[in-house]
């Protein structure tokens, strides 16, 4: 049974930072995996925010954290991250990871419906 397990979110005030963290457990292979930080604001559409290659390769980050938000993992620890600095109000959204094995998502990275696993989500709020 995969799992994947946010933690780390909560209430900051912008200009802070934050370090979240996606727990998997139940994958084949860790590393095997496309994995990717996906957020989502009341009312609105789920938003592309970073996504990192199997081997930690090929980043990728939205422009609108681009500079701000670093995506990393930890292939012995099963773990991916995303350090979140000088967060803005308009950050605000339930964030969430995604984990895919497939070669879609290799090529289109940024596309929520490539990725077949999902966290529950970590609730991030900025006050301004």
């Known amino acids: 049974q995969v799992q994947l397990v946010e933690s780390g979110g909560g209430l900051v005030q912008a200009g802070g930072s934050l370090r979240l963290s996606c727990a998997a457990s139940g994958l084949m292979t860790f590393s095997g995996y496309t994995m990717a930080w996906f957020r989502q604001a009341p009312g609105k559409e789920r938003q592309f925010v970073a996504s990192?290659?199997?081997?930690?390769?090929?980043?990728d980050s939205a422009d609108s954290v681009k500079g701000r938000f670093t995506i990393s993992r930890d292939n012995a620890k099963n773990t991916l991250y995303l350090q979140m600095n000088s967060l803005k109000a308009e950050d605000t959204a339930v964030y969430y990871c995604a984990a895919d094995a497939s070669w879609t998502v290799v090529l289109d990275p940024r596309n929520p419906i490539k990725y077949k696993y999902w966290g529950q989500g970590t609730q991030v709020t900025v006050s301004s």
């Open positions: 990192i290659g199997r081997s930690g390769g090929e980043p």
